[in-house]
């Protein structure tokens, strides 16, 4: 049984940078893909990035192009999110996926970690 847990999220200014972490226990050789997604109030989850695990390939959603990056540590089966010049719209539950395909629907993974709350104030 895989096992995501998030930490990392917190409350800050706009220009703020935060780092989310995702620790993936139980890893399944199946689980290639790793993704954050995100979830504001009131909004449906909304696609952040992907990375595969083997290759370090990376995609984002062109809302954070430029100012996310993710990142892993194959050795600790960790995923990073690393958020720069936040802004108020960032705001949102923030989820770790892991899966097997990449892709930008949340249908495309199967495990889910409890996620973390990010709040950029204006």
């Known amino acids: 049984q895989v096992q995501l847990v998030e930490s990392g999220g917190g409350m800050v200014q706009a220009g703020d940078s935060l780092r989310l972490s995702c620790v993936a226990s139980g890893r399944s050789i199946n689980m290639n893909v790793m993704a954050w997604f995100r979830q504001a109030t009131g909004a449906e989850q909304e696609f952040v990035t992907w990375?595969?695990?083997?290759?370090?390939?990376?995609s984002y959603a062109d809302s954070v192009k430029g100012r996310f990056t993710i990142s892993r540590d194959n050795a600790k089966n960790q995923v990073y999110l690393h958020m720069n010049s936040l802004r108020p719209e960032d705001t949102a539950v923030y989820y770790c996926?892991?899966?097997?395909?990449?892709?930008?629907?949340?249908?495309?993974?199967?495990?889910w970690g409890q996620g973390t709350q990010v709040t950029v104030a204006s």
């Open positions: 990375i595969i695990w083997s290759s370090g390939s990376t």
């Open positions: 996926a892991a899966g097997n395909v990449a892709g930008r629907r949340p249908r495309a993974y199967r495990y």
